[in-house]
Structures are given as structure tokens and as C-alpha cells.
């Protein structure tokens, strides 16, 4: 009876042994997770400082190259809710993971872009860039409110690029003409923007159809910089293709750069990749994500690449087609180094691609 009480004892102490180890080692389990997520935490707050930083230089770097600043007009609140009838749903024209936007009456017709709460970076980082930039194929940001983190943009019924290629609410087709003619206009927006002519070079960082607008006639308008980066240029760099931002890799997975998904290092050739992805978008009609690299590269290959042609855009010339197809592969190219500069001889070769009678 002892021996077995002994026996039971010493098991008990096994096994309470065995749970204080357990123990001990969820504690050091814990600790580590902790750590791990105190690390998370600390590199967002950094890369969040970071991001401010960058268009906080960008507003000085302005102020000095023009001489003056451009001033932002502010709205209050009840302004903004007023325009919107208190941010009503039937206002609402879009959504997007940043916040809402709606349309608004502020003397005439706006787009008001309300983020979330968490989107105070964002926020400032559009206020920032888009508030100093101009070029007629950047939507033009009319105001913001601080108050209510909202951006008040001028208004395109047409929508984005995304809705007319998927003829959202029945509207018509885009024709090649236009298509081609949209393509300039993004690639000369992004020609600004890169320019090494400039005191900052400016990388999109979220190039995709839902981001670019479409005006009255048409016209594209590229919008939302909530992601974007500001790329400052010293003596020792002239060429903006040199530079580069480590961050953590944000975006749209079909159009997001391979190297910058897997190094986390943004470049201008970061944009050129989801341009590229774009061209072959206005082409086909066809909306990622898919293989549609392989896929067009291996049509031209056979000579049959034709038949990928969004047949809705009307009757493309093949030979524009073909060259606009291949531009795009050089552009979508897995290696960045291989991606051309847009702004040397790009744009110069989707000039010269216009039908000379236009489209609509």
C-alpha cells in the first residue's frame, strides 16, 4: 500500500513537472509572438513616419522649385456632410478598402473620397503629392477635410476604366481608338511623374483600371496616391530610375511588380510592370488575374494572337495591335532591368501607333 502510494506520489510529481515545463514553454512561445508583434508594430509606425516624411519634403521640395505653394482649400465638416446629405448611402459611388467615396454638391458636382479612421497616412499622403501636382491627366483634388479625413475630387461620370471595360450598366464598348488614346495618356501622366527633371520622383504604386478615371470625353485621369511614394532625389543621382524605396509591398497582386513582391524594393519599373499589365488589359478585355503574359506571348509566337483581341473595341489594324502587345511584354517583364525607361522613346511609340483620324 505504501509502495503504490509512493508510486502515485511520484507520478503526480512527474506530472506536475511535466506541466510546469509545458508551461514554461507557452510562456516562451508567448514572449516570442510578443516580440514578433511589438517588431510588426514598430516597423509600420516607421514605415507610417516614413511615408509622412517623404510628403512632407515633397511640400517643401515644391514650395522651393515654384517659388510659392499651392494652396489646398479646407472644408468643415458640416460643409462636407452637408454636400453629401450626411455621407447618405444613396450618395455613395464607390468603395475601395481605404473608405467611401460619394458624389457632393459644393457649388458644383465632387467626388468625396471619406477614408476609414486608420487611413490618416493615406489621408495626408494624397493632400501632400496630389494637392501640388498638375497635368491633365491626374484627377485634380479640389479640397480636403482633416475634420472628417475626406478628399473632395472634381467629378467623372464616366467612371473608371475598370467599370467601361466591363460595360458597367450597359454603357457602350470602349473603341481600339480610344483605348490607344488612353494609353498615351496614362503613359504621360507616368512620364511626369518619373521625370528626373523634377526635385522628387513620384512611384503610383497601385497602377490599376479601377484607379484610372474617365471624364466627359473620355479622357484618363489617374487617382489614388494613398500608397504612393515619393522618391528624393540627391547630387549624387540624377537618373530616377537609380532610385528606390524599401517598404513593405502594397498594391493589387495582378498588376503588383514581381521584384517588389519579393525584395520589397520600389522603383519607377514597379509602375512600368502594372502599365504593362494594363495595355494587355485594354487589348484583350480580359481582367486578372490569369496568365495573360504567357498567354499573349505565346499567341504571338504562334501567330494566331488575333483572336485574343477584345472583339467588342471593334476591328484593331493587327500591325498596331501587335506592336502595342509587344511594348506591353517588354514593359510586364519579370526582370525590371529589362523593363524600358517610359519616358525614352515609349510614349514617342504610342504616338506614332494613333490612328491620325482619332476615336472615340
Known amino acids: 500500500m505504501v509502495a503504490f502510494q509512493a508510486q502515485d506520489a511520484k507520478n503526480q510529481r512527474d506530472k506536475y513537472i511535466d506541466e510546469l515545463w509545458i508551461s514554461k514553454e507557452q510562456e516562451t512561445s508567448l514572449k516570442s509572438q510578443l516580440a514578433e508583434l511589438q517588431k510588426e508594430r514598430d516597423e509600420l509606425q516607421m514605415e507610417r513616419d516614413h511615408a509622412l516624411k517623404e510628403a512632407k519634403g515633397l511640400k517643401r521640395k515644391e514650395e522651393d522649385s515654384n517659388g510659392h505653394m499651392l494652396e489646398l482649400p479646407e472644408f468643415s465638416l458640416s460643409k462636407i456632410e452637408e454636400a453629401t446629405q450626411g455621407f447618405n448611402e444613396s450618395q455613395k459611388i464607390g468603395q475601395g478598402g481605404y473608405g467611401n467615396i460619394y458624389i457632393g454638391l459644393l457649388q458644383t458636382k465632387v467626388a468625396i473620397k471619406k477614408l476609414h479612421s486608420h487611413g490618416s497616412q493615406e489621408f495626408q499622403m494624397e493632400v501632400n503629392v496630389l494637392g501640388q501636382l498638375r497635368h491633365p491627366n491626374l484627377v485634380k483634388l479640389i479640397g480636403s477635410c482633416p475634420e472628417a479625413f475626406a478628399l473632395i475630387y472634381e467629378y467623372l461620370p464616366n467612371g473608371s476604366l475598370e467599370d467601361r471595360l466591363n460595360c458597367k450598366d450597359n454603357s457602350p464598348p470602349l473603341s481600339w481608338q480610344t483605348r490607344l488614346r488612353i494609353a498615351i495618356e496614362l503613359c504621360s501622366v507616368l512620364v511626369y511623374l518619373h521625370s528626373s527633371t523634377r526635385p522628387c520622383t513620384i512611384v503610383h504604386a497601385d497602377l490599376k483600371p479601377t484607379n484610372i478615371l474617365l471624364d466627359s470625353n473620355y479622357v484618363c485621369k489617374l487617382s ?8 528624393s532625389r540627391n547630387q549624387s543621382s540624377s537618373d530616377s530610375v537609380t532610385l528606390s524605396h524599401n517598404t513593405v509591398p502594397k498594391g493589387t497582386l495582378p498588376y503588383l511588380d514581381p521584384e517588389f513582391l519579393q525584395r520589397g524594393v520600389l522603383t519607377v ?10 495595355l494587355l488589359q485594354l487589348l484583350t478585355g480580359k481582367s486578372p488575374p490569369y496568365s495573360i503574359v504567357d498567354e499573349v506571348n505565346s499567341a504571338l509566337l504562334a501567330g494566331n494572337f488575333e483572336s485574343l483581341l477584345d472583339p467588342s473595341a471593334g476591328r484593331w489594324p493587327l500591325e498596331v495591335a501587335q506592336s502595342l502587345a509587344e511594348l506591353a511584354l517588354m514593359c510586364s517583364d519579370n526582370n525590371r532591368k529589362r523593363r524600358p525607361d517610359l519616358g525614352t522613346g515609349v510614349l514617342e511609340l504610342l504616338e506614332s501607333l494613333r490612328d491620325p483620324t482619332g476615336g472615340t
Do not use: Q
Not at 519599373?269 to 494594363?278: A, H, M, N, P
Open 224 to 231: 489614388d496616391f494613398g500608397i504612393c511614394r515619393v522618391l
Open 269 to 278: 519599373k514597379s509602375d512600368v510592370y502594372s502599365f504593362g499589365i494594363i
